[in-house]
């Protein structure tokens, strides 16, 4: 399909949707722009590429310094940002249609009432996506590339996971096929694109809400040409939790080999290089975009979102390159927001998650978050620099490892179970490497608390006051008292809902603890893993 015959398209479904009853009393309520890119760390200099966002977002707005996601994993932390919940809330626990991403089950169960369905049946807004949704989107198992999800005017969908070239979108559900000619087929470009022409023949007369979802800087890594000479100098940082073994660490992490082999760390360094390129045509999107915006006279009435699905390691721990990990490098992500209200040049060290992102937006547009189950905050406050706001001191962290009970065939010597795998029998997951985590972060602790669901039910715990790259386990050693309040919490945030998400932390003034009662609720941890125990 042509550029032209998109334009038509998206033209003539916006006089389609146009609502002309009380379309100028809404006309002034903010737009919402979210950019979520794929795997994109923010420990290990991943926003050091973005110039452009950062002086068009960034400095114009405000920048959270503590943003985490529930889970490092790119469908679980997607299903999270749609549904403002935790992954025991959505049951989205991993990448597959089997840990339910994409599945049948999904899109009758969640989907329906994801924030954009909300914005779109409730709040009047016109609704726009393009890129990735979640990993198994378009898998013929879940009605293909013909199932657009409620809540969306506008769908320009990616089948599966990231690319950059030779995909398939679904546009509106009508399968479209891309080739590897840069000029048409190269996907953050082909997002920008369409992008503008939304922005070009949207309806004037409504809200309106983008979801603009880039493959970069996750792998294949594929560089727009003009970019692929840069940072030809930059290398993965070499900081103190940089290629050492994980010593004291559950077993998934105490198998890397260590020191890694020069392979790997050439790998790796390149792997680095390669994923900042991809994010130099992301900067490019953002300054069309916000460009645009100001020509049409609706960036001073528009709010803009920039944040990442999870963060990446590059050789902490001996760990060659993936997520999905409990540590800071894969759970903390940028998040940047411009818009309304928001001072320019700001920085905020609250505790925030993506969880939070669907009831800001849904608040935003007026909407009233006590009729959602959302177990998320609304940031609105902080945007607006509220004074003395109630803030959460803690989060909940979970994943449910990927894996199988057969062996890997090259790598024999480690048994069933493990999966991602590298040459030198380097693995990334295993179906016992799920994990559930309290992530506190108050006035006298900088603290997290992880039990894994395995045969030793092993437990992690740092001060990342002393030992901000998580190096030493202090598990064994850590007041008694203190090990059973994060338990205890850590059990209550696995079985919480909505409110009860929201409730004060062990460091919290409000905070009451029984320990009569960890015993009666022992139970509730157990039945929030499904994994098994190698």
Request: hydrophobic share 35%; aromatic share 12%.
């Amino acid at each position: 399909m042509s550029p032209a015959a998109v334009a038509r398209g998206l033209a003539l479904a916006a006089l389609l949707v146009l609502s002309p009853a009380g379309a100028a009393r809404q006309s002034r309520r903010p737009n919402v722009v979210l950019i979520l890119t794929d795997d994109q760390d923010v420990c290990l200099g991943g926003m050091t590429p973005l110039k452009k966002a950062n002086a068009l977002i960034a400095q114009m707005g405000i920048t959270f310094l503590n943003a985490y996601v529930p889970s490092a994993l790119c469908c679980p932390s997607r299903a999270s940002i749609l549904t403002g919940k935790y992954p025991h809330n959505h049951h989205v626990v991993n990448n597959t249609l089997e840990g339910n991403c994409s599945s049948k089950l999904w899109q009758k169960i969640q989907e329906p009432y994801t924030f954009p369905a909300l914005l779109k049946s409730m709040c009047g807004y016109q609704t726009f996506f393009a890129g990735k949704y979640l990993n198994e989107y378009g898998a013929e198992d879940a009605g293909g590339v013909g199932h657009v999800p409620p809540g969306w005017s506008f769908w320009y969908a990616l089948e599966k996971n990231s690319k950059y070239y030779n995909y398939t979108l679904s546009v509106n559900g009508k399968a479209r096929r891309h080739g590897e000619n840069y000029s048409v087929d190269y996907l953050t470009d082909v997002l920008a694109n369409m992008s503008l022409d939304f922005l070009e023949y949207k309806s004037n007369f409504e809200p309106f809400f983008m979801m603009i979802s880039t493959p970069a800087p996750h792998s294949p890594w594929t560089a727009a040409p003009q970019y692929s000479k840069s940072f030809q100098n930059v290398s993965a940082p070499r900081n103190s939790n940089f290629n050492i073994h994980g010593k004291n660490k559950h077993w998934l992490i105490r198998q890397a080999k260590t020191p890694m082999t020069n392979s790997s760390i050439q790998f790796l360094d390149d792997a680095y290089r390669k994923r900042w390129q991809t994010l130099l045509s992301v900067d490019d999107l953002i300054e069309k975009l916000v460009k645009k915006l100001e020509l049409n006279g609706e960036l001073d009435n528009t709010y803009i979102f920039y944040t990442s699905d999870n963060g990446f390691h590059t050789g902490q721990f001996s760990l060659p390159i993936d997520k999905r990990q409990l540590y800071e490098f894969d759970i903390k992500v940028p998040l940047l927001v411009r818009g309304p209200g928001i001072k320019p040049n700001q920085t905020n060290k609250m505790l925030v998650a993506n969880i939070d992102l669907g009831p800001t937006i849904l608040d935003i547009a007026g909407y009233d978050l006590n009729k959602t189950q959302m177990d998320g905050m609304s940031l609105l406050p902080l945007l607006r620099g509220d004074k003395n706001v109630t803030w959460r001191s803690d989060f909940l962290v979970e994943y449910q490892g990927e894996g199988y009970n057969g062996s890997d065939p090259t790598c024999p010597g480690l048994g069933p179970g493990v999966t991602h795998c590298f040459p030198d029998c380097v693995c990334e997951d295993s179906y016992n490497n799920t994990y559930a985590c309290v992530r506190t972060l108050s006035t006298s602790w900088d603290l997290q608390y992880c039990e894994f669901d395995d045969r030793e039910v092993f437990v992690e715990v740092y001060n990342l006051t002393a030992d901000p790259h998580q190096i030493n386990n202090i598990a064994k050693t850590i007041d008694q008292e203190i090990l059973e309040k994060m338990n205890y919490r850590l059990m209550m945030l696995q079985s919480c809902s909505g409110a009860t998400c929201r409730t004060p932390g062990v460091f919290d003034p409000g905070y009451r603890f029984d320990p009569r009662l960890m015993f009666s609720n022992h139970g509730v941890r157990a039945r929030r893993f499904s994994g098994q125990s190698l």
